[in-house]
């Protein structure tokens, strides 16, 4: 037998360790999980409830078109519902836009250097050609990828908040970018983080302006829901067409649908998991500066610290059952946001490890 060569030298996705794997590897009672970029609240009343109340319908398929939730965002958001296209997570989104607009090895996708992991993955699984233009000061460098641009150029991922590595690219850029990109070519604007910003939403008021845009979310970050695997796009009505030719029936099942409608209307707990990240950032911000440690500022809910030696930092974190991410910048060490006594034990741990 044999398989597409483009995914002969593919390594999957390695996501956070999990809490119950270090604890059989090493025997651990005590493990705080600060890798993978989750709300250390958890699950808002509103979603559980509306969890437990849909867990009595699990028997029945659900809803194929997400028209509830879908109407749900579209309210929310103040967007059409016939732009929206609902994923199993935000991952599973940005893999279809990459099989619906990549279809030959020629064919280009330009992101940037120490962006997300999953934009290398599902570009070099269609046997596509990656254009990795080089970092700005860890963040994206507008002007390298607009002079990437060639006649092969398919798609763009930008992430904002970018992932390691929390930098944040102003509106202004972003639309003085998008402006610039030829209509033929479609842009990711990535924007799982968007919620943790003290800002305005601007973006969803561009997708009329520029029909090549498409801008993806999940449910998984600011509103507790990454078990539930629910993430969405907006974009024009005939990319979520083509989006949805593509999507898998039943994608997104009936209790994530329904977990999801409920936390959009808790308002009150997404102000909480917002001020937590806040806070948790400056704590860990101010303890990594007592420590003599510098970092990325983070716009996000982690931050990406610099240690002596990264790799034995991070096994040294495991042995002692703090789990946090390794990342592709030399040196750096990525932590996720936890509950204010997890950051402070965390810090207490990291300065015994250097």
Not at 119 to 138: E, I, K, R, S
Not at 141 to 168: E, Q, R, V, W, Y
Request: aromatic share 8%; net charge negative.
């Amino acid at each position: 037998m044999s398989v597409c060569e483009s995914i002969l030298s593919l390594s999957p996705y390695q996501g956070g360790k999990p809490i119950s794997e270090l604890q059989r590897e090493l025997g651990l009672d005590h493990v705080v999980k600060l890798a993978s970029n989750e709300n250390p609240l958890g699950v808002g009343p509103k979603a559980l409830e509306a969890m437990q109340s849909a867990a009595s319908e699990a028997g029945r398929y659900p809803d194929g078109n997400g028209f509830e939730l879908k109407q749900a965002i579209s309210k929310h958001l103040s967007v059409n519902s016939k732009g929206i296209t609902l994923g199993n997570g935000s991952n599973d989104i940005l893999e279809l836009i990459a099989r619906a607009y990549v279809c030959q090895a020629k064919d280009e996708v330009i992101f940037s250097q120490y962006a997300f992991v999953v934009y290398p993955l599902v570009t070099q699984a269609l046997g596509a050609t990656a254009v990795v233009t080089p970092a700005n000061d860890f963040g994206h460098d507008l002007d390298a990828m607009l002079a990437s641009i060639t006649d092969n150029t398919k798609l763009i991922f930008i992430a904002n908040p970018n992932n390691p590595t929390g930098t944040l690219l102003t509106d202004s850029a972003i639309y003085d970018f998008l402006s610039k990109v030829p209509s033929s070519v479609v842009v990711v604007l990535d924007q799982a983080y968007v919620e943790y910003l003290d800002a305005t939403d601007n973006a969803t008021g561009w997708l009329a302006e520029f029909e090549n845009l498409v801008i993806t979310r999940t449910f998984s970050k600011a509103y507790g829901l990454a078990g539930l695997r629910v993430g969405y796009s907006i974009s024009s009505p005939k990319i979520a067409d083509y989006l949805n030719r593509i999507r898998q029936p039943f994608n997104v099942n009936h209790i994530a649908q329904s977990a999801a409608i409920a936390a959009l209307s808790d308002e009150t707990f997404l102000a909480r998991s917002v001020a937590a990240n806040t806070n948790g950032l400056l704590q860990l911000t101010q303890g990594f500066n007592r420590l003599g440690l510098s970092f990325i500022p983070s716009s996000a809910n982690f931050v990406s610290v610099k240690v002596a030696d990264a790799a034995a930092t991070y096994q040294q974190l495991l042995e002692k059952g703090f789990i946090v991410r390794p990342v592709e910048m030399p040196g750096y060490l990525r932590v996720s946001v936890g509950t204010r006594n997890e950051n402070e034990e965390f810090l207490g741990v990291l300065k015994s490890a250097l």
